[in-house]
């Protein structure tokens, strides 16, 4: 570990550390510390990341907001790598936008929406960056990412490169082609947007942005802890199940939204997991669904 942790010092790619306590990086403000951290300052210094990583048999993770992250109380081993500072270039060509895996998802909805463009509205209040977004088909009031993608460009682990199509991403509900069958970084996306009427769009984005505070928490959370059984919907099961509220440790389920947990200030990652298969058996036992999560897990 000590001779990777030198080639990273001395190949410039951008943040290094050792032993970075990763609560600071997750938005439910949970995680014990990575191994070796690196946040690498353009494209050009990921891949030149992971270029050396292959060298060593270290296992190595991907991060970017930390929106839908559940991080181990005992950490990281190994190297995790954020996709953040560097990363977050936009550019803006008629209804046609590029823009970088660690971009703000909802500030690139926020500029977008501000000059007329039309199909990032469902967007309003979604945390997490373009990458974290592209990666697991991220969506709200009856739209996501496949609405609007165009192509996403792609790092593998054997360091090749690739664009792919919508279609190559072979998108499903809160699902890609990356999370099974390709494992791979978003690194950039091209989305076709529609130009529209300034006003309603507006009005829009408003809208989702004021249903997600009103019926959301504003605690540390991760967000949707678990998909949507479809036709069901997870919040509406554990709310008539009656376990909103419901705590263990410093970890609960909200009273605003069944289907988040949140920190209530001294939360570690065991209290949710514990939290999690509670909801997970009520639920099985009661409607004879069983939940999946949507957090990660790391």
Not at 196 to 213: C, D
Request: net charge neutral; glycine share 12%.
């Amino acid at each position: 570990m000590d001779n990777l942790l030198n080639e990273l010092h001395g190949s410039d790619v951008g943040k290094v550390k050792e032993k970075e306590p990763l609560a600071t990086h997750t938005t439910i403000k949970i995680g014990g510390p990575a191994d070796i951290f690196v946040e690498p300052a353009s494209v050009d210094n990921l891949v030149k990341t992971m270029n050396i990583i292959k060298n060593y048999d270290v296992p190595w993770k991907i991060i970017g907001r930390g929106s839908n992250l559940l991080v181990a109380d005992e950490g990281i081993e190994g190297i995790v790598i954020k996709i953040g500072k560097g990363m977050d270039h936009l550019e803006i060509n008629g209804s046609e936008v590029r823009v970088g895996g660690g971009y703000s998802f909802i500030v690139l909805a926020n500029v977008l929406s501000r000059k007329g463009y039309s199909g990032l509205e469902f967007a309003g209040g979604i945390p997490g960056s373009v990458g974290g977004a592209v990666y697991m088909n991220a969506g709200a009031h009856g739209s996501d990412i496949s609405k609007i993608l165009k192509k996403a460009r792609v790092l593998f682990p054997d360091g090749k490169v690739e664009w792919l199509s919508k279609e190559e991403m072979k998108y499903s509900y809160r699902t890609s082609v990356l999370q099974k069958e390709r494992p791979g970084i978003v690194i950039e996306a091209v989305f076709e947007l529609t130009p529209g009427n300034l006003e309603v769009i507006s009005t829009e984005i408003k809208k989702h942005k004021s249903y997600r505070r009103e019926t959301q928490p504003v605690k540390p959370c991760c967000g949707s802890v678990f998909r949507n059984p479809l036709p069901d919907h997870a919040g509406k099961l554990i709310q008539d199940a009656d376990l909103k509220g419901f705590s263990i440790g410093g970890a609960q389920i909200s009273e605003l939204h069944g289907n988040f947990i949140v920190n209530n200030g001294n939360a570690t990652a065991n209290d949710v997991l514990s939290l999690i298969e509670h909801i997970k058996t009520t639920i099985l036992e009661r409607n004879g669904i069983q939940l999946h999560t949507e957090v990660e897990f790391l």
